[in-house]
């Protein structure tokens, strides 16, 4: 399949251990933040969301965090499986109703 | 339920030339969105349509145009192509104009440009 990005930050992290992937947003008025996940050849798939009035919303093996006070917001993943290989990108949701997208970052799961 | 779907999924073009591509939201799905996505990078945002209307509009030029059709389906059309548009194209749509609710991606038409 085609690569989805050849020169992303990447993230190499052993299978079964916790991966963390951090994002920095833009803009303090952004009120919803979502993390997808995108696989080679294929378009980018929900994983969880989560709005401005919450710090933390935890999903199947996925938690997201979001600090406003810095405009970070992370994706902790449990028990990283092979299957988790894949680049993840932030994305807030500004005016309009249109997703900002961060740059995203490359996961690879050691076997 | 079916997803989005595009088409086609890969085309070679010249510069100068026009484009058109195709997308199929998912049932139910009234709003669509298209996106393009150069290589390495997170995708950007083109514009959007709501009910026939063009809903939203990215930092693109107006050479970049859509429609939507009654039964929600959408094209994104691209005249006189540069070579910076080479790209993967990416469709999504939406149950409502809401951005509460969560965009379905399509898996992307890839368009290169020589």
């Known amino acids: 399949g085609e690569s989805v990005g050849l020169h992303l930050p990447t993230l190499s992290v052993q299978e079964g251990d916790n991966s963390i992937i951090n994002c920095a947003y833009s803009n303090s008025a952004s009120d919803y933040f979502i993390w997808y996940k995108q696989e080679s050849g294929k378009g980018p798939q929900f994983i969880i969301d989560?709005?401005?009035?919450?710090d933390k919303r935890q999903g199947q093996r996925v938690t997201v965090l979001l600090n406003k006070t810095v405009k970070h917001l992370s994706l902790q993943i449990a028990a990283t499986q092979p299957g988790d290989s894949a680049v993840y990108f932030c994305a807030e949701n500004q005016a309009g109703n249109k997703l900002t997208f961060g740059g995203g970052t490359r996961v690879l799961v050691k076997p | 339920e079916t997803g989005v779907t595009q088409s086609p999924t890969h085309l070679i073009k010249t510069r100068g030339q026009q484009v058109t591509l195709r997308c199929s939201s998912q049932s139910g799905h009234n709003t669509v969105s298209w996106y393009q996505q150069a290589l390495g990078q997170g995708p950007q945002f083109i514009f959007q349509?709501?009910?026939?209307?063009?809903?939203g509009r990215g930092n693109f030029p107006p050479r970049f145009s859509g429609l939507q059709f009654p039964n929600y389906s959408s094209e994104l059309n691209v005249n006189a192509l540069e070579l910076d548009d080479s790209a993967l194209y990416l469709c999504a749509s939406r149950p409502g104009f809401s951005g509460a609710n969560v965009l379905t991606f399509g898996a992307g038409s890839r368009l290169t440009v020589l």
């Open positions: 349509y709501y009910r026939e209307e063009e809903n």
């Open positions: 989560i709005r401005s009035n919450m």
